[in-house]
């Protein structure tokens, strides 16, 4: 089938914006229509500009400084709504009012309180006052899946007579399914008289979680815009989300016959803006952007994606702008996953070490949800690599006193002697590693810290990381503690321990140093 372009109406800063508990400020917006440029969208609807002076003027800077989407601006069928809109986007290169009324009968009676005449000469009167401002103007008949389809084709022609370039038809309440939504859209491309000058719009909410289906459904059947918001913000149950929509079609542009213009490239980067700005956390198996999309555990699937990806892909983290899948290690992990990842790690290991670190892991898994990385490179240091430890932490005692820089005292132990020596520091344990190196007389160059807490509650304990670097080896040093500083003082130690034993015996330390 060839494909045809799909326009992506982004309304993230409008509908996404009125989901409870996600109001974004002025300049939040400002950011976020910046990054929907980048990706590509070709409609932002900026903001509702009569429904108060912040979204006005959020309206008014996007329209004013976001450059290459057409920025549209909501109004209901009344000359103040869009009035305003008109004022909020005339600033702007290419501007769309987007004009709407209730053609439901529970919306006409019970909200409106109008009868269809009525409402339908409100519709056509609000179209032709909008096009004084801009040839642009979209047409929607609010709960339309809910209305009564001779109405609804009756309040279409008469709009499109009266001038409206898009036909936007709303799930309002998330209320249809697919195939009757699909009908829907088909039924209206045949029936509306003068619909052909005109784009076919879906606007689906996803209260039976069926927003993305409609919207797909809608576009099957000749629709040829889509309205979303990135993460599926929106409205109670939300809007369909914009990464599903768009990397549906792109998976699937045979089968639907249709194409975005979205630099899917910008996707996960999008996301997570709009979930740092609005506060609302990606769900982890939220598809495509969610943490687990493109993440792997079972040795089954494991297995698989390291012969062939498209075994349990289908499409590249890549597409979407990540680094790549991620292989996560744990009690699912099989074997040929774990030799995987040491020998991406640098590690090279023989078959019964392979067997020996392969037990601890699983040991290891049974108690963390997840097994990292430098998990890893500890188990094969601690089983493979016996390191002598040289040094030991005796005491340590640190003093934090408000307006005055940290203090530490430690006290080392090396082979049967105790040295002391005490430091301040720009914190407490940038003063306890210094009191280190003064006790050990080794200054190794520390290239990164992590603390982790390995278990939950009030009594969890701390893991420190850290890398320490010195002539070009690295080396790597674990701490565990309930205290994170005496972690972290371990942690310390232990490299330099692993940085002497390797000094000793240097033709088995090399591999592991070079390996973290
Ligand atoms: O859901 C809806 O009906 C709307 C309209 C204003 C398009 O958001
Ligand atoms: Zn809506």
Redesign the pocket.
Known sequence: MPEEKVIIFD?TLR?GEQSPGAALSINEKLEIAQQLAKLGVDIIEAGFPVSSPAQFEATRLIAEQVKGPTIAG?ARANTKDIEAAANALAAAKKRRI?T?IATSPIHMKNKLKKTPVEVLKMAVEAVRFAKTFTNDVEF?P??ACRSEMPFLIEILTAVVEAGATTL?I?D?VGYILPYEYGQIIAKLKSDVRGIEKCIIST?C?NDLGMAVANSLAGVRNGARQV?CAVNGLG?RAGNAALEEVVMAIHTRANFLGARTGINTKEIYRTSQMVSRLTGFVVQPNKAIVGANAFAHESGVHVDGMLKDRTTYEIMTPETIGLGGSRMVLGRHTGRHGFIDRCKHLGFTLSKEETETTYQKFLEIADKKKEVFDEDIAAIINDEIHVVEHLYELEHLRVIIDTGTAPTAEVSIKSKGKSKSASAEGDGPVDAVYEAIRKATGHSPQLESYAIRAVTGGKEALGEATVKIIEKDCTYLGRGVSTDIIEASAKAYVDAINRMMSKKKDKGQGKRIADSV
Request: zero cysteines; charged letters at 35%; hydrophobic letters at 15%.
């Open positions: 309304t509908d909501l987007h709407f929607s609010e709960d936007n709303p309002t606007h909410h309205e409205e």
